[in-house]
């Protein structure tokens, strides 16, 4: 038997492997893994007590374990447990609604009316990231059809038309960080987003755009490891993964009357994305 520190070549191999996965998982944003029957895949089990014990790795209670059923914990990473795969290799859109489920690993869970999942052309080689759903959001289960939606809708479709690109909103897909509207509109919590975080990287994976706009603070934070506000970050290209993002204001932002400045500076933002895309 090897002692501690003294691994079998097939140990280091296993140590090897689980260390890339979970490098893997960091790249996506995910500090924690939620082991559930709707975790990975439709047949995922909780864990059980026969499991071998635990090896200490980096993952954390979330608060949302306050909120999940007794078998529906976030737990620390566990050596021998069943991770979620990496990206199941027939990952689509459809099966990643079905992970979802009716989901309640976090406390939006139990306010929500609808999770808003995306809309749009789900082999778009443009993808728009929001925020989280608002109340019109909610009540329909599609993203970004409220007040904001409406002007998405325009920027996307006016932008397109005045370039000369036959471009229209349902040619892009659209989504957001978090699927479920926070109360009141609040900025989605930082476990919130981890939670749910894993489901938006498995959408962009499965999708595959050629670029992704970050629409707002929260998403540009949720994409890329800003250092800097949306205002210093807009305009540039960015990279998740080997995507290239450009984030750009909220239109919730660009609403508010005073506004008009920044509203010419987005308009800009998305004349270049959609020459980049689409020319
Ligand atoms: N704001 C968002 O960030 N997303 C929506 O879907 C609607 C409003």
Same mark, same amino acid.
């Given at each position: ?146 007040? /904001?939606?409406? *002007? @998405? ?5 006016? &932008?397109? =038309? +005045? ?5 229209? #909103? ?49 998403? /540009?934070?949720? *994409? @890329? ?5 949306? &205002?210093? =970050? +807009? ?5 998740? #993964? ?38």
């Amino acid at each position: 038997m090897p002692g501690a520190g003294n691994l079998t070549m097939a140990q280091e191999i296993d140590r090897v492997a689980l260390n890339r996965r979970l490098e893997f998982y960091r790249d996506l944003g995910i500090k924690t893994l939620w082991s559930g029957p709707s975790a990975g895949s439709a047949s995922s089990q909780p864990e059980t007590a026969a499991e071998p014990p635990p090896v200490a790795l980096p993952a954390t209670e979330t608060t949302a374990n306050a909120l999940a059923p007794q078998n529906q914990r976030i737990v620390p990473i566990q050596v021998n447990s069943p991770l979620p795969p990496m990206l199941p290799e027939d990952d689509n859109l459809e099966r990643i609604v079905q992970d979802m489920g009716d989901c309640t690993r976090c406390r939006l869970g139990r306010t929500r009316q609808r999770i808003v999942f995306g809309s749009g052309n789900p082999e778009a080689r443009l993808v728009f990231v929001g925020e989280g759903p608002g109340a019109d959001e909610d009540e329909q289960g599609l993203p970004f059809v409220g007040r /904001a939606g409406q *002007l @998405l809708t325009q920027m996307i479709d006016n &932008t397109a =038309a +005045r370039e000369g690109l036959a471009i229209r #909103r349902p040619d892009v897909y659209i989504c957001n960080v978090i699927k479920c509207r926070p109360p009141e509109n609040r900025t989605p919590e930082a476990d919130e987003m981890e939670v749910c975080g894993q489901f938006l990287f498995r959408q962009i994976m499965v999708i595959r755009p050629k670029a992704i706009v970050a629409l707002g603070g929260t998403a /540009a934070k949720a *994409l @890329l490891d800003l250092k800097t506000g949306i &205002t210093k =970050a +807009r305009g540039q290209w960015h990279a998740w #993964r080997d995507i290239p993002v450009m984030p750009t204001y909220h239109p919730s932002y660009l609403l508010r009357p005073y506004n008009q400045n920044a509203k010419r500076e987005c308009w800009e933002d998305l004349k270049k994305v959609l020459h980049f895309v689409y020319d």
